[in-house]
């Protein structure tokens, strides 16, 4: 019975955190500001105090960190020690490039 309570607690408690932490959630249009900017960024690596410096509206520091997180995990961005870099290609003949090339 006591193991059943603390699996309870367990669930209970990872709920609470996964809910606070998302309570604060970017808005599209931020989103896309901040793709936008890097995408037009002119250095090939830039760190995150240069990309607030050249965003054309503040955003919170929390907020941009969650952005770059889902620009990371969509394959849009990589972000490294020296800072980060813009590395989506959509062009269709890359794309095909890859799907047939060969693995060395």
Do not use: C
């Not at 019975?1 to 249009?29: C, D, G, R, W």
């Not at 990371?72 to 959509?90: A, D, L, Q, R, Y």
Request: aromatic share 6%; no cysteine.
């Amino acid at each position: 019975m006591i193991v059943i309570n603390q699996s309870i607690k367990v669930t209970n408690m990872a709920k609470l955190i996964y809910e606070h932490k998302f309570e604060h959630s970017p808005t599209l249009n931020t989103v896309l500001m901040v793709e936008e900017t890097i995408k037009n960024m002119d250095d090939s690596v830039f760190t995150i105090a240069e990309l607030k410096r050249r965003l054309p509206k503040q955003i919170n520091h929390y907020l941009l960190k969650i952005i770059l997180e889902y620009l990371e995990e969509s394959n849009k961005i990589v972000v490294s020690m020296k800072g980060i870099t813009w590395i989506h290609n959509p062009n269709p003949n890359l794309r095909k490039a890859i799907s047939e090339g060969l693995e060395l």
